[in-house]
């Protein structure tokens, strides 16, 4: 039967394929592909997990003292018997021989199949049993996290090839999962939780795939196998589609794709309007080898590298100067000259360091993250200084600080960079000149930017933060989406005004959060004055086709109208007159 899903559309497209459900349960659970010659010895893995499991069950129940209640033991003796049991078995090895499942993925849908079962039992007493199977299943997991293969990079680079699309359907992925599927064959994903402007949601806009998040009990509604369809663009699920609803959506994946052809035929177009006026178009990336993503995308430079993705998921071990010059080079090299814009690590609210971490703290957002953190741990901060330091002898190197509110945190702040500068040249290390920037993210950067600007090279506007802190809204709370507002009065004249004291400084401004690659805004933004654009490589083209059609005198006159406005949303189409 036909039914839909309605979520929050996150990264534009339409996907098709069956579901692929990862673990929603309280168990961490680590997927990777495998090689199909590694099929055998995966289910090897299994197998001597569950010897070692069973072995450790007896033990207890021969360990059990004569005055234990005799539930004990007959719950132990239920456990072995799960474990010996040919539906788990077979249908883990099903999962690792015909999709390559590494087991511990395997494992975890097949507990998901099984759980289904139990949970449309009639007999209350049998329902109950899956809390069994789960515990059952934890165990293994364990045992299986002590005999886990270690891949380069957490994902094979041998993907299976499925007899169709493959669709992600999960509670939720941190950035770290959605790092780990880059190289995957999935053709979109959907998530229970998560809001617009999640950093989830934004590596999935990076990645170019559609996506849909906030679809809440899509855990529960979608089945393992099912044919789903992802509208990215209307942040729906359908579920099950009738041939009808299939042959349409695959229509609209031909004319995406042919959309998408006619777009890259600009690449080597200059990025300027119609009227003559040159405007500066990057790429935010997340890792080193985006870098050949922008080049490809024909961005003139990186306006956002994302430093933080350099420190998740290391188990709390930060990463040393030597391996942080050597990723900032990579991705300078890569860009042949062009200019890199690194911004010092920003980890805190959605982004913690290790997957599963939780901030203790109240409000994360508003705790110890980003600037804060860093001068909070000068000697971490000076580590990552002096490796963007020596990476700048290799080209143009922009420096970035997120998040910074107060001029005594400016004042620490470059006074550290000079420590990292005296530091380098006590070692006689070479090391380059950079300019330095400073992220306007929270309000009161914003009334604050022509002091800023007295003490920095560059502003970038992080509009991502600055809504959110600006109207008192969890960017990541699907509940409270609908409030989230580019378009708010409030939001608009910080931007205006940001924007208008670099001109009058003669030092440029950028947008470098997910309104720089929103082409419906575009034309505003080039009215109120902004010169320089940075976005996820995938969203330059379009950018750009909006920008080749833009005449700025009459955007200019339009764009103080919908400023002035009470409710912009509605002016905006005088824009697009």
């Not at 069950?57 to 209640?69: G, I």
């Not at 690590?345 to 971490?357: E, N």
């Not at 992220?439 to 007295?454: D, H, K, T, W």
Request: aromatic share 4%; charged share 25%.
């Amino acid at each position: 039967m036909t039914f839909s899903i309605h979520g929050l559309a996150v990264s534009r497209g339409v996907a098709i394929g069956r579901a692929v459900l990862a673990s929603t349960g309280r168990m961490e659970v680590v997927h990777y592909f495998i090689e199909p010659h590694q099929a055998e010895a995966e289910i090897g893995r299994l197998r001597e997990a569950r010897d070692a499991v069973t072995h450790e069950l007896q033990r207890l129940q021969a360990e059990v003292p004569p005055d234990a209640p005799q539930e004990l033991a007959a719950l132990l003796e239920v456990h072995v018997l799960l474990l010996q049991d040919e539906m788990l078995a077979s249908g883990v090895r099903h999962w690792i021989r015909e999709r390559r499942y590494n087991a511990e993925w395997a494992l975890s849908t097949q507990l998901e199949v099984l759980s289904r079962q139990f949970d449309e039992m009639e007999d209350e007493y049998l329902r109950e049993r899956k809390a069994d199977l789960e515990q059952v299943a934890e165990r293994l997991l364990r045992q299986l996290r002590g005999s886990g293969m270690q891949l380069p990079g957490g994902v094979d680079a041998a993907l299976p090839r499925a007899d169709a699309p493959l669709v992600l359907v999960a509670h939720d992925l941190s950035p770290a999962d959605m790092l780990q599927f880059r190289k995957s064959p999935f053709a979109g994903f959907v998530t229970g939780v998560g809001g617009r402007t999640s950093h989830t949601a934004i590596v999935a806009r990076s990645m170019d795939i559609p996506a849909v998040v906030g679809a809440r009990a899509v855990g529960q509604l979608v089945r393992q196998d099912d044919w789903i369809i992802i509208d990215g663009d209307a942040g729906v699920v359908i579920v099950d589609p009738v041939p009808r609803v299939l042959e349409e959506y695959r229509g609209r994946q031909r004319r995406i794709a042919l959309e998408r052809e006619r777009l890259v035929r600009l690449h080597h177009t200059p990025s300027v309007t119609a009227d003559g006026q040159a405007i500066e178009l990057l790429a935010n990336i997340e890792q080193p080898a985006d870098a050949a993503v922008a080049l490809a995308a024909g961005a003139v430079g990186v306006g956002l590298f994302r430093t933080e993705f350099l420190f998740m998921g290391r188990s709390g071990r930060l990463p040393d100067e030597d391996s942080q010059y050597r990723a900032y080079r990579e991705a300078v090299e890569g860009m042949r000259g062009l200019p890199v814009t690194i911004r010092t690590v920003d980890v805190g609210a959605d982004k913690p360091l290790d997957k599963g971490q939780r901030d203790s703290t109240l409000n994360p957002a508003l705790g110890l993250r980003a600037i804060r953190w860093s001068l909070a741990e000068p000697p971490m901060f000076r580590t990552q200084l002096r490796a963007i330091l020596r990476a700048a002898a290799h080209g143009k190197v922009r420096l970035l600080f997120p998040m910074l509110a107060h001029l005594s945190e400016i004042r620490q702040t470059l006074a550290q960079v000079q420590l990292a500068r005296a530091e380098l040249d006590a070692r006689g290390a070479s090391y380059g000149p950079v300019e330095l920037g400073a992220m306007i993210e929270v309000p009161a950067a914003a009334l604050m930017a022509r002091q800023f600007l007295a003490h920095f090279d560059f502003l970038s506007i992080g509009t991502n933060d600055l809504i959110q802190y600006a109207l008192a809204i969890d960017r990541a709370d699907e509940a409270v989406s609908e409030l989230y507002d580019p378009l708010h009065p409030a939001v608009l004249r910080m931007v205006a005004e940001v924007i208008a004291e670099g001109a009058r400084a003669g030092k440029p401004v950028c947008v470098c959060g997910e309104m720089a690659g929103d082409t419906a805004l575009t034309r505003l933004l080039l009215g109120l004055g902004l010169r320089s654009f940075s976005m996820h490589p995938a969203q330059v083209p379009a950018v750009k086709q909006e920008v080749l059609r833009a005449d700025i005198p009459q955007l200019a006159a339009r764009a103080r109208e919908v400023l002035a406005a009470d409710e912009p949303a509605t002016q905006l189409a005088l824009l697009a007159a």
